[in-house]
């Protein structure tokens, strides 16, 4: 049985796990890593389960946004050799090579910098983020290309797309600029970049995160809860 649930407030979906016992009243608890729990007696129907979640729901989001303040910030970059850094999911390491030349290539388990000063971190630093831009241009537009066959009829004509760093945000849809995407991004799971996609992709026909949303979401991606899960996980 199912036991994962959701419910939208606003413009906000608030996902949660539903646990079942011998107990009399319902409670809802949220946890330090943003999770939402109800415990709930087992005869209470689902629809009133997700009727009390949603008149909680600001209480929730105040909660999560309490502990979002807690969880751990992502350690600052020194781009220097042997450092980690991730794309599309997966980790490779800083190879750092005094050259004439200045470029960036992916090759087995690193990433390559050329650069005439190695020891200079401020040009290593642009020469890594120059290279996932470009990364990202090139992987964003196949990837939209795929979620607009996964929209094919629904759309007139496939939006706009362009690259803007967001601070909270992956992905951002309006009608007059179409989609935005964080840069940021390029270092997830191809999966989740297909997701953010397609999600601002479905606002183009309704741009909202209303009931109609959801089920237009739900039709062209079945797993999408599975992908935002994946995603609100991953410490880039």
């Not at 606003?10 to 009243?25: A, K, M, P, Y």
């Not at 946890?31 to 689902?46: C, F, H, M, T």
Request: hydrophobic share 40%.
């Amino acid at each position: 049985m199912n036991n994962r649930h959701a419910v939208t407030s606003g413009d906000v979906q608030i996902e949660f796990r539903l646990r079942r016992s011998n107990r009399q009243t319902l409670a809802i608890t949220v946890y330090p890593d943003l999770a939402v729990e109800v415990a709930a007696p087992r005869k209470i129907a689902l629809d009133l389960v997700k009727s009390k979640v949603q008149k909680r729901a600001r209480w929730i989001q105040r909660q999560q946004s309490f502990f979002r303040d807690f969880l751990p910030l992502p350690p600052p970059r020194l781009y220097v050799s042997g450092e980690t850094h991730r794309y599309l999911g997966r980790q490779y390491r800083l190879k750092i090579i005094e050259s004439k030349r200045s470029e960036v290539k992916l090759r087995g388990r690193f990433i390559w910098v050329h650069t005439p000063d190695k020891g200079n971190r401020v040009r290593v630093r642009k020469l890594v983020e120059s290279w996932y831009l470009i990364c990202a241009k090139d992987r964003f537009a196949r990837s939209l290309a795929e979620s607009v066959v996964r929209l094919r009829g629904r759309l007139s004509a496939p939006p706009k797309m362009q690259i803007r760093r967001m601070p909270k945000r992956w992905g951002s849809w309006t009608r007059r600029s179409g989609i935005w995407v964080n840069p940021e991004l390029v270092k997830a799971p191809a999966t989740c970049i297909e997701y953010v996609l397609t999600h601002e992709l479905c606002h183009a026909v309704h741009g909202h995160h209303g009931k109609a949303f959801y089920e237009l979401l739900q039709q062209v991606m079945p797993d999408w809860k599975e992908r935002k899960a994946r995603l609100e996980h991953i410490f880039i």
